[in-house]
């Protein structure tokens, strides 16, 4: 009688539990997602180049000539890649500007930047479309950035040409060249918010 007692003990036990831990049809749970803000950039260099450039004049062979400014004085190897996501709506630019050392008296450095190459996606900026003078000023070379990449090294995104030329023609900046004024520009690129 005693092991018929605990034998119904124990099925009221299982049965009580069995009733409480029943499953329903469904269940759920949150998943969080989350995407990061993304402003990076830097620049590339074509194989065999470098991202330190040197710009000169060719000095003339003979005398009463001037000096010139061609192919050693323009340079097109270097490369703007970037990655962004942005917030909504907005975009980024990219700016340039100098921001240590000066272009010798008497010369301009200017920068062009060509149309993105399209090995990327997304909303990649459209180039300024023109030769910029560069200074200490920043100033737009790459506007409208919204979430893209261009794809990273050399003949991806923006392909730079850089130019050194009189500040505006050698009949009125040739007395201005001094040897000894040489001097290397920092020049920075900024990808930011508008």
């Known amino acids: 009688m005693n092991l018929k007692k605990l034998f119904f003990a124990a099925v009221i036990v299982l049965s009580a539990n069995a009733s409480f831990a029943q499953d329903t049809n469904e269940a ?10 993304v402003a990076l950039l830097d620049l590339e260099f074509a194989a065999g180049a470098s991202t330190d450039i040197i710009l000169e004049g ?14 050693a ?27 240590d050392g000066t272009v010798p008296a008497g010369l301009k450095l200017t920068v062009l930047a060509a149309e993105d190459a399209g090995n990327g996606e997304g909303t990649v900026g459209t180039a300024n479309g023109s030769a910029i003078t560069l200074s200490g000023t920043a100033q737009e070379i790459v506007t409208g950035v919204g979430s893209a990449y261009t794809e990273d090294g050399a003949n991806n995104g923006h392909k730079l040409t850089y130019q050194l030329d009189y500040a ?3 009949a009125i900046n040739y007395a201005d060249l001094k040897f000894d004024n040489s001097d290397t520009v920092t020049i920075t690129y900024t990808l930011s918010e508008i």
């Not at 759920?28 to 803000?37: C, F, G, L, S």
């Not at 990655?83 to 700016?95: A, E, P, W």
């Open 28 to 37: 759920t749970h949150t998943v969080a997602i989350k995407i990061a803000e």
């Open 58 to 71: 060719t000095a003339p062979s003979e005398a009463g000539k001037p000096m010139t400014f061609g192919d």
């Open 73 to 99: 004085a323009t340079n097109s190897d270097i490369w703007i890649n970037y990655s962004s996501i942005v917030s909504g709506t907005s975009t980024r630019n990219v700016k340039v500007s100098i921001t």
């Open 168 to 170: 505006t023609s050698a």
